[in-house]
């Protein structure tokens, strides 16, 4: 049978500074109709780029430079613009890794999903809006009739994935290159997009390209399985022959990467005292109470790992934490000393004290500003250096996070690669001279290689340092990495909390082992297995109910 689509010797090159450099160097991918391949790869492997390529697109500043793209006959290479035009939207669609950043945020969601196949000429928007209500259901949103009235900002993330691969689904294309639709979804939710994403895709046997980081995802979603090496194909293989028997070197370190594991800290005396202390804190956004009597502490040079769910509380307790958010009730105490609610009531030096790492380091450097002025601002505004001692210091940071001065000072965000960017936002953040850092989700965007890297560097620089981390995250792996402590939220409110041996041995609270049990393995029938077991229990409450 003749393939969906082709790619013979593929070259992609790139410009910085007025040069070409190659990203994709002669590569081969051939996709069967009804077939799931798995791009995998460190970040900077092309993955993102070959996906695009497979529609006949290119980013600005990058060029096809050789090669051939083969959809269904059409040359994508030599195409029209109108010709592209016809196909993309309607035989070939797009899902996002960010869906909240590839919404438009003044349409609603039904107006942003009609406007492919009303377009295109595939329905008019009375059957398009019946079609999106039919596949909301069959993705298993909440309130299919209802959801699609709604702007992006007032649905989770999780919802908004799913609402984006209905919207890649209104015209039945026969491909669809899924971005890393889950990289930023916590494991229930990730659980959710994932079966919906097969289920869906198995129905109308849509032919994908699924790119990710993620192997024990890829594991559930692939048929087969090409790995990316800066550019270069290493090797591809069925996904069951990959798991089990992976030739090439780079692959069988991609499959070992997730072993690191610190050990855990002896349990602080009872005469230490927390660098900082969470007592009863309530906290709301207008009305709506989105904490509830929130108390944990965090012992000095100690880890605390926060987890739970999209919508848990945890980011709007680091807001609370840090003074974003006045709280209606409870206190916040560093080392013994109550923080005034607000941080514009907080002198320089309780600022100072705690820091934030933040989750995208895309949008949260300034892409206008090199790297020396945002490690700098910080520095100069804490410590007032100047000058040569200024300079000075800024490398002093660069080399603590293990980047050259030399040839990382004078760069833009724009030119480092993700996981150098969170480099960047560990040094700033270390700039202040800080006892406590909030380490939100920092490495949830970041391949296993890269992110096994940030860990270490954090881990380092905690023993160095002598730093307290608060680190948020619902990458169970991270936490049984780096965590001394656990601490897990559900809607607003502490759950469990306790030293990380304990929480992750039996028996746990329920919500904890739904977490725990929603962390996909490197197994192709875990997903099937998983969600069968969820049905028995399902069925089985059902028929107590009825009792």
Sequence with gaps: MTPLLEIRDLRIEGRSDEEWHPIINGVDLTLGRGEVLGLIGESGAGKSTLGLAAMGYVRDGVRISGGSVMFDGIDLMNASTEEKRSLLGRRIAYVAQSAAASFNPAHKLIDQHVEAPVRHGVQDRGESIEDAIELYAKLRLPN??????????????????????????????????????????????????????????????????????????????????????????????????MLDAPREDYTKSLWAVRGYHR???????????????????????????????????????????????????????????????????????????????SYRQRSKDQLRQIQ???????????????????????????????????????????????????????????ELSGGQKQRVGIARALAAEPRLIICDEVTSALDQLVAEGILKLLARLQDELG????????????????????????????????????????????YTDLLLSSVPEMDP???????????????????????
């Design 144 to 241: 299919p009739e209802e959801i699609g009235f709604r702007y992006p900002h007032q649905v989770s993330g999780g919802q908004l994935q799913r609402a984006m691969t209905a919207m890649a689904m209104s015209c039945r294309p026969d491909l669809i290159i899924f971005d890393e639709p889950t990289t930023a979804l916590d494991v229930t939710t990730q659980i959710e997009v994932l079966a919906a994403i097969r289920d869906i895709v198995d129905q109308f046997g849509t032919s994908a390209i699924y790119i990710t980081h993620d192997l024990a995802v890829v594991a559930q979603m692939a048929d087969r399985i090409k790995v990316l090496l800066r550019g270069d194909e290493v090797e591809t293989a069925p996904t069951r022959e």
């Design 467 to 510: 730093l307290s981390y608060m680190f948020i995250t619902h990458d169970l792996a991270t936490v049984k990495a780096i965590a001394d402590e656990v601490v897990v939220m559900k809607e607003g409110r502490v759950i469990e909390q306790g030293p990380k041996t304990e929480m992750f041995t039996p028996p746990h609270h329920p």
């Design 263 to 341: 050990p855990e800290k002896p349990k602080p005396g009872p005469e230490s005292v927390p660098i900082l202390a969470v007592e009863g804190v309530t906290a709301a956004y207008g009305e709506q109470v989105v904490l509830n009597e929130v108390s944990f502490d965090i012992h000095p040079g100690r880890t605390v790992a926060v987890v739970g769910e999209s919508g848990s509380g945890k980011s709007t307790t680091a807001r609370v934490i840090t003074g974003l958010l006045p709280p209606r009730s409870g206190v916040v105490r560093f080392e013994g000393e109550a923080l005034p609610p």
């Design 525 to 547: 029938d875990w997903l099937d297995r998983l969600l069968a077991e969820r049905r028995v229990e399902a069925l089985g409450e059902a028929a107590t109910d009825k009792m």
């Design 356 to 414: 934030m790492i933040y989750q995208m380091a895309d949008t949260a450097l300034n892409p206008r500003q090199s790297i020396a002025q945002i490690v700098g601002r910080p520095v100069r505004f804490y410590s007032g250096l100047k000058g040569r001692r200024l300079a000075a210091r800024v490398d002093e940071l660069l080399e603590q996070i293990e980047l050259d001065p030399a040839i990382y000072r004078d760069r833009l965000p724009g």
